[in-house]
């Protein structure tokens, strides 16, 4: 058991604050690559992250929620809005050389293209300690063993090449050379999305017992909302570069407000032949919007059986429904919309 | 499509700008007086004076560059010495010898290699995949000029089968000249034909095992179908960078072929320029060599972009 | 599209049977095998679901039946048979016009199984103009006529989009599309949603169940995740090793999974009615390393039920209930009594409302 640069979080602790977070990239075409529009890939997105717990990032494809995790990490141009870490502003950690990196790190979903082929899982590890100057020459053997007993890897995969590990080892070493620099906030994008579902649930264990061990804070980007559950305190769901639905875990499976939300719960497979026939579902039938060119009003409209022409022309705000639980929907309180969500949460959740 | 080729010509100005530098440069750093070449070692200050003058060599660096640049600008490359004729002319009799030769090589080049290359990749680890790998590494390993030589000797002197000098004799013709120009070429495509085949082989094996030649086979089309309309095409834009690559190759290959068979080319102009010290020759053979470099990149480029759809968007 | 009439009514001819089915990479004097001693068989307009980890053979045992094997792998046992012809023996020619008429390919990754360098009318239509000498303007009828079958809106205009041009979604409906094109007697669906996002998952597995229904196609749908084939398949069977461990009606083996590996694989799916502060219960280590196959049941060092007799030889796969149709390859076979106090209905076949 390693020992922690950081003390664990105490209750209270401020962790990540995202506030109004915008992030927008250039559209340029043209024989002179003159910008000729704005592409909104994350537009206004609020959450916390207290110190010590894990928010679950949902939304699929498109939604803006790995450039979310990205911008927090300083890895996407930040266009608005701030993001505090651990009380301080990003600015002022990017500002120290080397201290954003050391504080947050980002696992991705597939290890295999970020690790480099070429080198044994030991020099990835002792390159990363070496790069931080975390240890020195002799002592980084030991440390590289210290990571990998950490991530459930016996010494021997020290020698070993990306190649000759499966699927859940490479995921396992990913997580060791984040691990390296001790930081204290992981950014966890679709981490288990490449694995057999019989060993996610290795990682997930993993991430959590480490969680618990060294008082980590998550951010956990997925487009499962099954997975998700196991991992998170409280979730925030995200469509076309906004959040749609913020709830604490519990309260977004039992009682879900915004019709994506009720889409991405019908979606998950049931391991239930009976039950899967019967249930009730929504369909995204249409790809999500452009975020170049968002449609007035509610991102969903196009895809929300419920739509009105007040969600073709007026954008919901993000609202309380009820202590702690954010929706953006006009209608979510009309009966016919309540009626069609507690059917779907019917059998999903207990 | 035509955004993209116009934004990749503009991107050609800073390179062929900065080519007239260095072939700008190259005079000012060559040791000796221009005076001396032009006047002899025998003129009088006042003589020389007059000829700096009247070349512009008094003034700054700067303004001496924009004079070649508007010099070049309306053909200007200077004189020759050794020929007695404005550079541009010598250059551009010989300009077509050695483009002729130098497509010939790079058209044989690319046809036997694709060839080749795709025959062997079509079964790989056979008796033929392992023929061309050694043909490969045959064809590799020997100098040009010494290719030349033994192709000489063999088909020259000892078969007398064909001609070894120049480009015609006695009367002409289209069918002497070709007679003249099959060894330099087959001499010259040896090594860029070898590269090809290397490269066709190995990127076509990559992209035969890819799986949209696998979802091809699912739906029953052939399988040379699929090697010339699925594979081939996908295997092309890093064969197509082989061979611009190998253009390059070929124009500077082109000196010492050219030499070997006297094929009265740039290549030999710029032997001979180099062993008489003729400057300008020099620098405008450089600069023509230059430019086509650029120019055969340039096309690499814009085919490659052909080939592949998702560069255009880039 | 006229619907055909698909459900077993009668007993017919399966589509495809493949029996003790053996692929094998490697020399001839070292093989390895990848998949061993495989048999089932798929009836016209079933479905056919094959669970199993990375590696299990899953893939292999439908690439060997399609012939499209890579590298050195081959068949060196059994034989599979395509309305009663034994494939291996067809010849390239007739193998050819099997695929695609007979039997369909989908595959996981739709980017990197549809030609970069294609427009995508190019691709859909090769096979029609070439080989069912459409005219390319019925081809092109044809081809807008399947993109809007697979839910593809504005077809005529994505015919000459490249597929870097369409989202994920739009390229696995792309591919399905392909592979329909020639009204395949028998779909091979291999891990077609594990690319996807969740969301598109569920309507891209409604689409080729809807599919099937409409064009009467047999599927074979090969996935790691139970959840996946739930609401698809007739008929489970579950690989591992290169074996078929368990294989039963699908009510039935979700009902009562007899074999220690279905059960731990039904464990492992992340559910959304179990406590949420309760373990995922994964299956802990590795599948054997084919080129070390182990001495006795292949998944004893990851069974919690495992005794020493499991290391004693190889289980048979067989009916515990002679006439059941469940065979399971386990010789403590735990969940017995549980079995036999249960149902006994699943067996006449699932009807389905």
Redesign the interface.
């Given at each position: 058991m390693t020992t922690t640069r950081n003390a664990m979080p105490q209750a209270g602790d401020e962790g990540i604050v995202v506030d109004g977070l915008k992030v927008q990239f250039p559209i340029r075409s043209g024989v002179f690559r003159r910008q000729t529009g704005i592409v909104r890939a994350v537009d206004g997105v609020s959450f916390d992250i207290p110190a010590g717990t894990t928010v679950g990032l949902v939304g699929e494809s498109g939604s803006g929620k790995t450039t979310t995790g990205r911008a927090l990490l300083g890895l996407a141009p930040v266009s608005g809005g701030g993001v505090r870490i651990f009380g301080e502003s990003q600015a002022e950690l990017a500002a120290r050389p080397g201290a954003l990196p050391r504080t947050c790190q980002l696992v991705f979903q597939d290890p295999f293209a970020s690790l480099n082929p070429r080198m044994t899982v030991g020099a990835a590890l002792s390159e990363v300690l070496a790069v931080h100057g975390l240890a020195g020459r002799e002592e980084r053997a030991r440390r590289v063993q210290t990571l990998l007993d950490g991530v459930g890897l016996r010494p021997e995969m020290a020698d070993r090449h990306p190649v000759e590990l499966s699927g859940g080892q490479r995921q396992r070493v990913a997580i060791a050379r984040a691990l390296a620099v001790e930081p204290r906030f992981i950014v966890l994008d679709e981490v288990v999305s490449a694995l057999d579902v019989s060993i996610q649930g290795q990682i997930l264990n993993l991430l959590i017992d480490l969680q618990r061990e060294r008082g980590l804070t998550y951010l956990f980007i997925t487009h499962d909302l099954g997975v998700v559950r196991y991992v998170s305190q409280r979730i925030v769901v995200m469509y076309g570069g906004k959040v749609m639905e913020t709830a604490p875990r519990d309260r977004l499976f039992s009682v879900p407000h915004h019709p994506y939300t009720h889409a991405l719960l019908s979606a998950v497979p049931l391991p239930d032949p009976k039950a899967e026939r019967a249930r009730a579902r929504l369909d995204v039938r249409s790809e999500p919007p452009d975020p170049a060119a968002p449609p007035p009003g509610c991102r969903f409209q196009r895809s929300c059986p419920f739509a009105t022409d007040l969600c073709r022309s007026e954008e919901p705000p993000l609202r309380p429904v009820a202590a702690d639980h954010l929706a953006a929907c006009h209608h979510m309180e009309r009966p016919e919309v309540r009626q069609a969500l507690t059917t779907a949460t019917q059998g999903v959740s207990a | 499509m035509f955004?993209f080729v116009?934004?990749r010509a503009?991107q050609t100005v800073p390179v062929v700008l900065g080519v007239t530098l260095a072939t700008f440069l190259l005079s000012q750093i060559i040791p000796g007086d221009p005076t001396d070449v032009l006047l002899g070692p025998g003129a009088s200050d006042e003589a020389r004076e007059r000829l700096r003058t009247a070349l512009g060599l008094d003034r700054s660096m700067v303004v001496q560059y924009l004079y070649y640049l508007g010099n070049l600008a309306q053909g200007d490359f200077g004189q020759s010495f050794t020929f007695a004729r404005p550079v541009i002319e010598v250059l551009a009799d010989r300009m077509a010898n050695t483009a002729l030769l130098a497509f010939a090589a790079i058209a044989l080049a690319s046809a036997a290699g694709i060839a080749a290359g795709t025959w062997a990749a079509v079964r790989p680890g056979s008796l033929r995949d392992r023929g061309l790998t050694v043909g490969v590494l045959f064809l590799n390993s020997m100098p040009s000029f010494w290719l030349g030589l033994v192709l000489i000797l063999i088909f020259g002197l000892h078969l007398r089968l064909l001609p070894v000098s120049g480009m015609s004799s006695g009367d002409g013709g289209p069918l002497n000249l070709m007679a003249h120009m099959l060894l330099p070429t087959v001499t010259l495509a040896a090594w860029s034909l070898a590269a090809i085949a290397r490269m066709t082989r190995s990127s076509l094996l990559e992209v035969i095992?890819?799986?949209?030649v696998?979802?091809?086979?699912?739906?029953?089309?052939?399988?040379a179908?699929i090697v010339l309309?699925?594979a081939l095409?996908?295997a092309m834009p890093a064969v197509i960078t082989v061979i611009g690559m190998q253009m390059g190759f070929l124009l500077s290959g082109a000196v010492l072929t050219e030499t070997v068979f006297s094929w009265p080319g740039i290549g030999l102009a710029m032997y001979q320029a180099i062993s008489t010290r003729d400057i300008p020759l020099i620098q405008g053979g450089i600069l023509v060599l230059a430019l086509a470099f650029v120019a055969i990149n340039f096309a690499v480029d814009v085919l490659y972009a052909y080939?592949?759809?998702?560069i255009k968007l880039a | 599209m006229n619907a055909i009439p698909t459900r077993r009514s009668e007993p017919s001819r399966p589509v495809l049977e493949v029996e003790n089915l053996r692929v094998s990479y490697g020399s001839a004097q070292r093989p390895i095998h990848v998949v061993n001693d495989v048999s089932f068989s798929v009836r016209p307009g079933e479905a056919l679901g094959i669970v199993g980890e990375s590696g299990c053979g899953k893939s292999q045992t439908m690439l060997a039946v399609l012939r499209l094997l890579s590298g050195s792998g081959r068949i060196t046992a059994g034989r599979a048979r395509f309305e009663g012809q034994d494939l291996a023996a067809l010849s390239a020619r007739q193998m050819r016009r099997i695929r695609g008429h007979g039997l369909a390919l989908i595959s996981q990754d739709a980017l990197s199984a549809l030609n970069p360098s294609m427009r995508i009318g190019a691709q859909m239509a090769e096979p029609l103009v070439r080989y069912d000498g459409m005219s390319r303007g019925d081809a092109r009828k044809r081809c807008i006529e399947l993109l809007e079958m697979v839910g593809i809106p504005g077809a005529a205009t994505r015919l000459a989009a490249y597929p870097h041009e369409l989202s994920g979604g739009m390229r696995q409906r792309v591919l399905i599309a392909m592979a329909i094109s020639g009204n395949p007697k028998l779909l091979i669906a291999d891990e077609p949603t594990t690319a996807l996002d969740v969301t598109i998952q569920a309507q891209i597995l409604r689409l080729i169940d809807r599919l099937r229904r409409e064009l009467g196609m047999a599927l074979v749908l090969i996935t790691h995740d139970l959840g996946v084939v739930a609401g698809v398949s007739d008929t489970i069977a579950v690989m591992y090793a290169g074996r078929v461990v368990e294989t039963a009606e699908t009510d039935r083996l979700f009902e009562t999974p007899r074999h220690p590996y279905t059960r731990a694989l039904l464990d492992s799916i992340p559910k959304l009615d179990a406590p949420a502060d309760r373990r995922l219960q994964p299956i802990a280590g590795l599948p054997p390393d084919p080129l070390r196959p182990l001495s006795g049941c292949p998944f004893h060092p990851r069974c919690s039920h495992a005794e020493p007799r499991c290391t004693d030889g190889l289980p048979a796969l067989e009916a515990k209930e002679p006439g059941s149709g469940h065979l399971i390859r386990c010789v403590i076979d735990p969940w017995r009594a549980a079995a036999a106090g249960g149902r006994t209905s699943g067996l006449t076949g699932a009807s389905r409302p």
């Open positions: - | 955004t116009l934004r503009l095992n890819s799986d949209y696998r979802t091809a086979r699912s739906r029953g089309v052939g399988e179908r309309f699925h095409p996908n080939f592949n759809p998702k | -």
